[in-house]
């Protein structure tokens, strides 16, 4: 739970320096806002950075350990978005985090949180359409 811990407390300083060391070499982050999962250290702590230079605050709610997993709930605001999210952290045997899923809500604030970070992680801006 160490690396976690760390990890968590480095987002929510939005230290985006201090990312890399809790990662495992091939970590996979499955995230909101892009539609492919990011695979590898280097690209994980680039756009969790993005994410963090876009995000007003962070801010850990509570955790839950499991063997291996800790399902963290936490608030994200920028701007007029107000995140709830939820992420499945699942670590490696030296406890470092192999894999995030993270999901948000709602998807109002979802979609202006993707407005604001896309482009610089090479994407197209999405809009929330009503039928």
């Known amino acids: 739970m160490s690396h976690v811990t760390q990890f968590l407390d480095a987002m929510e300083r939005k ?7 809790h ?7 499955k ?4 539609v492919d999962p990011i695979s590898g250290k280097a690209d994980t702590v680039r756009v969790l950075k993005v ?7 962070f801010h850990v709610r509570d955790t839950v350990e499991l063997d291996r997993r800790v399902i963290v709930f936490l608030e994200i605001t920028s701007g007029e978005a107000q995140i709830e999210g939820v992420d499945d952290v699942r670590l490696d045997a ?3 985090i ?3 899923t993270i999901t948000w809500r709602p ?3 979802v979609v202006l949180m993707q407005q604001k ?10 809009t929330l359409a009503p039928l």
């Open 107 to 109: 998807l109002p604030s």
């Open 23 to 29: 990662l495992a070499e091939d970590v996979v982050l």
């Open 94 to 96: 030296q406890g470092l």
């Open 117 to 126: 970070i896309a482009a610089a992680l090479g994407g197209t801006p999405l």
């Open 51 to 57: 994410l963090l230079g876009a995000a007003g605050t």
């Open 15 to 21: 230290d985006g320096d201090a990312l890399s060391p």
């Open 98 to 100: 192999r894999s995030m």
């Open 31 to 34: 995230s909101p806002v892009l």
